[in-house]
């Protein structure tokens, strides 16, 4: 496996070899953390009762916008981890960034952060983590991206249930490797690799 280096200002989502990927998954160890990708139902997209998930998590674009002038942007997600879930041990640590690669080949910086440790975002641009999970969906012709959020009276592009479903993933599956990847820059700065898996899961039916 090349020894991967990730630039120490790294903004970005990068490409990797499937190989590299599949030599990770092997190295994995410890719990698998699974983050529920919490949606409404197609017949609930206008429920905004805080219970469907209209406004927040993958689909926290349709929430009240950061700013009168702008609304959210389409890519933007809000990963909320249960609490349960944060509880068990070998949860990452706050604030310490860490390297994913994902199960289709990409890689990038993330951090667990906000209150209680409860959110799961990427380093720097906060739109990657929505880009790689709905740009899964796109590439398969489930949902088009929304140019502008505050447009879409009808909610075309409002993640639901039974896009997941045809997609067959309702989780994401957090989990730590052995190994860790290095800075170009200087070797001493190193991130500890977790890989992260689009799945389904009965728990989150």
């Known amino acids: 496996m090349a020894r991967i280096k990730v630039p120490e200002g790294l903004r970005d989502i990068i490409k990797l070899a499937m190989e590299d990927v599949l030599e990770y998954q092997a190295l994995e160890q410890g719990p698998v953390f699974l983050i529920p990708l919490k949606v409404p139902m197609e017949s609930q997209k206008f429920m905004d009762d805080h219970k469907h ?14 700013s009168k002038k ?10 909320t981890i249960p609490r349960k879930v944060r509880s068990i041990e070998g949860y990452p640590n706050k604030g310490i ?9 990409f890689g990038f910086l993330a951090h667990t952060t906000s209150d209680n440790n409860k959110q799961l975002a990427a380093v720097g ?31 075309n592009g409002m993640i639901t249930k039974e896009m997941l479903e045809k997609y067959g993933c309702n989780a994401l599956a957090l989990q730590k490797t052995s190994e860790r990847v290095y800075s170009p820059e200087n070797d001493m700065n190193s991130y500890e690799v977790w890989t992260l898996k689009m799945v389904w899961s009965e728990e989150n039916e």
């Open 97 to 105: 960034p860490f390297f994913i690669v994902t199960d289709d080949g």
């Open 70 to 79: 702008k609304a959210r942007k389409w890519y933007e997600t809000q990963m």
């Open 53 to 66: 998930y209209t406004k927040s998590n993958i689909n926290v674009c349709y929430a009240a916008p950061r």
């Open 125 to 155: 641009d906060e739109l990657i983590l929505g880009k790689w999970i709905k740009g899964r969906l796109v590439q398969d012709g489930l949902v088009t991206p929304i140019e502008d959020v505050s447009k879409d009276i009808d909610r």
